[in-house]
T-cell receptor, first 113, second 115 residues
Framework: EPEVTQTPSHQVTQMGQEVILRCVPI?????FYWYRQILGQKVEFLVS????????KSEIFDDQFSVERPDGSNFTLKIRSTKLEDSAMYFC???????????FGPGTRLTVL | GDSVTQMEGPVTLSEEAFLTINCTYT??????LFWYVQYPGEGLQLLLK?????DKGSNKGFEATYRKETTSFHLEKGSVQVSDSAVYFC??????????????FGKGTHLIIQP
């Protein structure tokens, strides 16, 4: 069964460094998403991406964040200058149509020291 | 804005007990409702969904009914197993704009089933 994959599973970085989190969505999906979950808190929507551009974004998704689909398979989330409060689990998701069922990856745990 | 409220956990039950996890929502449009489950060390998996009022979603013995009058989508299972131990998330998609809106999640309920 096709699934969303994410790498790395755990990333440790120093405050102020740039990180790139990678996702491979399900191959025939068209909509891509990033969410984050700070330990003990809700899963929060960050951004959605369709047709090579951002479709929706939340207040959390500020200028420090960017997304890209550099080729036909990968979908990346970049944080330009990490802060301590960026430490969280980051989930990628994809679906075939906006509003349809989203399929999630296993997540990348980001730890900012 | 949209919001989802779930009962606080952890919820601890004995095997074969009846399970209810409450979920209520606030949304401006006509949302679709979802339950996702996260097993230890894994990602979020869709458990069941309902897209309109009075729909019942069901999967693996779990079920939930979309109740518009009470804005609720409570998760139930008649007889839980140890393997059901996980974190359960209620979520909604208010894609009234026709675009790729993100899901709004509840905080999650940690379910522990004891043998």
């Amino acid at each position: 069964e096709p699934e969303v994959t994410q790498t790395p599973s755990h990333q440790v970085t120093q405050m102020g460094q740039e990180v790139i989190l990678r996702c491979v969505p399900i191959s025939n999906h068209l909509y891509f998403y990033w969410y984050r979950q700070i330990l003990g808190q809700k899963v929060e929507f960050l951004v959605s991406f369709y047709n090579n551009e951002i479709s929706e974004k939340s207040e959390i998704f500020d200028d420090q964040f960017s997304v890209e689909r550099p080729d036909g398979s990968n979908f990346t989330l970049k944080i330009r200058s990490t802060k301590l409060e960026d430490s969280a689990m980051y989930f990628c998701a994809s679906n075939t149509a906006g509003g349809g069922t989203q399929y999630f990856g296993p997540g990348t745990r980001l730890t900012v020291l | 804005g949209d919001s989802v409220t779930q009962m606080e956990g952890p919820v601890t039950l004995s095997e074969e007990a009846f399970l209810t996890i409450n979920c209520t929502y606030t949304a401006t449009g006509y949302p679709s409702l979802f339950w996702y489950v996260q097993y230890p060390g894994e990602g979020l998996q869709l458990l069941l969904k309902a897209t309109k009022a009075d729909d019942k979603g069901s999967n693996k013995g779990f079920e939930a009914t979309y109740r518009k009058e009470t804005t609720s989508f409570h998760l139930e299972k008649g007889s839980v197993q140890v393997s059901d131990s996980a974190v359960y998330f209620c979520a909604l998609s208010d894609d009234s704009g026709g675009g790729a809106d993100g899901l709004t999640f509840g905080k999650g309920t940690h379910l522990i089933i004891q043998p």
